[in-house]
C-alpha cells in the first residue's frame, strides 16, 4: 500500500479506535477527492484496462440513505448513509457534512464507523434503530440537529473497483439507478491540483474521454438526475 492511501486509511482506523475505547468523538475528517465522470461503459471499460496491473479488489456496494423525518439534516446539507460490501460482508454507517464540488474536486466533512451487517440491516425497516447505535457521532447528530427520529430515503447500488495509482488508491465506479447508470473515477488526496494534473494527463494521452463531475452521487440519486 501506497504512502498517501495507507496515511489517510491509518487517520480512519485511529478515529475508530478512538471511538471503540469510548473517548469524545474525534472532529471529522475533511475528505477531498478529484472527482471525473466517465461518459460511458467503454470510458470506464478502456481505464480498467489501462490499469489491470495495479487492481487491488472490486467492492459490491449497497447505500442507503437517512434523513429525519422533518428533513432535519438534508436542511443542513448533511448526509447520512449507511453502506454495505459485498452484501453483508461489513457495514459502514457514514456522516458526511458541506459536500462541494468545485473543478472536479470535492470537499466536505466525513466520519464513519463499522456497524454489526445484520443489525444495519434493520436499519432499513426499522430507520431509528439507527439512533439507537452505541456511535458518537450518532447522539451527536441528535442533539445538534434535533433528530428523534429517522426516515428511509432509498438508495442505489454501486460497483466499485480499487487500483494502486501513483502512490494512492484509484476508485473506478459504475454507479446504477434506477433511472441510469454514471461512471466515475474518484481519488482521495491532500493535494487535488498536482494530481488532478497527473490523471488528466494519464486519461488524456489514452484517447479516454472524461470532464469534472459537478454533482455528488446522493444529489443525483436524490434529484432522480444523472448530471
Known sequence: MQIETLRREQEKAQAREHIHAGKQPLSPIEQVEI????????????????????????????NF??????????????????????????????LKGGQVI???VGRGSEVEDDVDPMAARDFLEDPSKLLQVD?????????????SELKSLGGFKNVRSDYDWEGFKLELDETKFDWG?????????????QLKAKL????????????YNTTTKFANFINRKLD
Do not use: M, W
Not at 447508470?181 to 491540483?193: A, F, L
Open 35 to 62: 472527482k471525473l465522470r466517465l461518459p460511458n461503459k467503454e470510458a470506464h471499460d478502456a481505464v480498467a484496462a489501462q490499469l489491470k496491473d495495479s487492481f487491488r479488489e472490486t467492492h459490491q456496494q449497497e
Open 65 to 94: 440513505f437517512f434523513d429525519g423525518v422533518k428533513g432535519e439534516l438534508s436542511s443542513q446539507r448533511v448526509v447520512l448513509r449507511c453502506r454495505f460490501y459485498n452484501k453483508d460482508k461489513r457495514a459502514i454507517v457514514t
Open 102 to 104: 468545485t473543478e472536479g
Open 135 to 147: 456511535l458518537p457521532f450518532i447522539k451527536d447528530l441528535q442533539k445538534k440537529y434535533n433528530v
Open 181 to 193: 447508470t454514471v461512471y466515475e473515477i474518484e481519488v482521495e488526496t491532500p493535494d487535488p491540483d
Open 200 to 211: 488528466e494527463l494519464f486519461l488524456k494521452s489514452r484517447d479516454i474521454p472524461y470532464k
